[in-house]
C-alpha cells in the first residue's frame, strides 16, 4: 500500500527561488529517503534521515522529519534549472524485512 | 563503469508474449530489487532478493518471476504478457537495508515496456 504522499504534485518556480516540497506517511518508520528522477532516467539516492534525527543538510539540500506529525519537508535552496526533475519521498518501515515504499512524487520545474 | 544496468532499455511486444529483462549491479550489494512504475510514475517494489534469496514478494501476479542466478544479478521473467504490464521496470540494489549506513537503494536506469 503507499505510503509516502508529497505535496504540491507539482511546483513551478524562477532560478534562484527556494523550492519546498513535503511527504506525509502512515506507519512508523526507521528511516524516510528523499529520491530524484530526471525524465527517462533511474531514481538517485539524495539524501537519507533517520528516524531518531530532525534534520539533516547535504549541499543545497535541507531535509527535515517530524515523527509525530509524520512528515517530512525537502527544501532546495537557490534552484538552478538542472533541479528540474520529479522527486519523491521513501519510507523504510520497521519490519523485519524493511521494505521503501515510495510516494507519488512531485514534479519541480525550474524556469531559467 | 555503469553501478546498476538493465536489458533492453525498451522492450515492446504482443499480447500474450514471454519476455525478460536483466539485470546486472557491480557494486558488490547483497540485496537486489525489482520496481514497477506505472505511467502516473508511481513507483512500486515488486521483489527483493538478498544473497539470491527471496525476501519481499509483493502480490505479484504469478506470470513475474524473477532470477537470481548470483548475487550480481536479478532477472525477470514475464509470461503472458498483458497490456496492463505496460509500464518502466527499474532494478535497484542496496548493501543491507537492516544494517544503518546500508539502506540506500542504486537504481538502474529502467526498462520501458510496452505491451501491445
Known amino acids: 500500500s503507499q505510503q509516502g504522499e508529497e505535496d504540491p504534485q507539482a511546483l513551478s518556480i524562477q532560478e534562484g527561488e527556494n523550492a519546498t516540497m513535503n511527504c506525509s506517511y502512515k506507519?512508523?518508520?526507521?528511516?524516510l529517503q528523499w529520491y530524484r528522477q530526471n525524465s527517462g532516467r533511474g531514481l538517485v539516492h539524495l539524501i537519507l534521515i533517520r528516524s531518531n534525527e530532525r534534520e539533516k543538510h547535504s549541499g543545497r539540500l535541507r531535509v527535515t522529519l517530524d515523527t509525530s506529525k509524520k512528515s517530512s519537508s525537502l527544501l532546495i535552496t537557490a534552484s538552478r534549472a538542472a533541479d528540474t526533475a520529479s522527486y519523491f519521498c521513501?519510507?523504510?518501515?520497521?519490519?523485519?524485512?524493511?521494505?521503501?515504499?515510495f510516494g507519488k512524487g512531485i514534479t519541480l520545474s525550474v524556469r531559467p | 563503469d555503469t553501478a546498476v544496468s538493465q536489458t533492453p532499455k525498451y522492450l515492446v511486444t504482443q499480447m500474450g508474449n514471454d519476455k525478460s529483462i536483466k539485470c546486472e549491479q557491480n557494486?558488490?550489494?547483497?540485496?537486489m530489487y525489482w520496481y514497477k512504475q506505472d505511467s502516473k510514475k508511481f513507483l512500486k517494489i515488486m521483489f527483493s532478493?538478498?544473497?539470491?534469496?527471496?525476501?519481499i514478494n509483493e502480490t505479484v501476479p504469478n506470470r513475474f518471476s524473477p532470477k537470481s542466478p548470483d548475487k550480481a544479478h536479478l532477472n525477470l521473467h514475464i509470461n503472458s504478457l498483458e497490456l496492463g504490464d505496460s509500464a518502466v521496470y527499474f532494478c535497484a540494489s542496496s548493501q543491507d537495508p537492516s544494517f544503518i549506513g546500508e539502506e540506500t537503494q542504486y537504481f538502474g536506469p529502467g526498462t520501458r515496456l510496452l505491451v501491445l
Open positions: 521513501a519510507t523504510a518501515d520497521t519490519g523485519a524485512n524493511s521494505k521503501l515504499t
Open positions: 532478493y538478498n544473497n539470491k534469496e527471496l525476501i
Open positions: 557494486l558488490g550489494h547483497d540485496t
Open positions: 506507519t512508523s518508520i526507521n528511516n
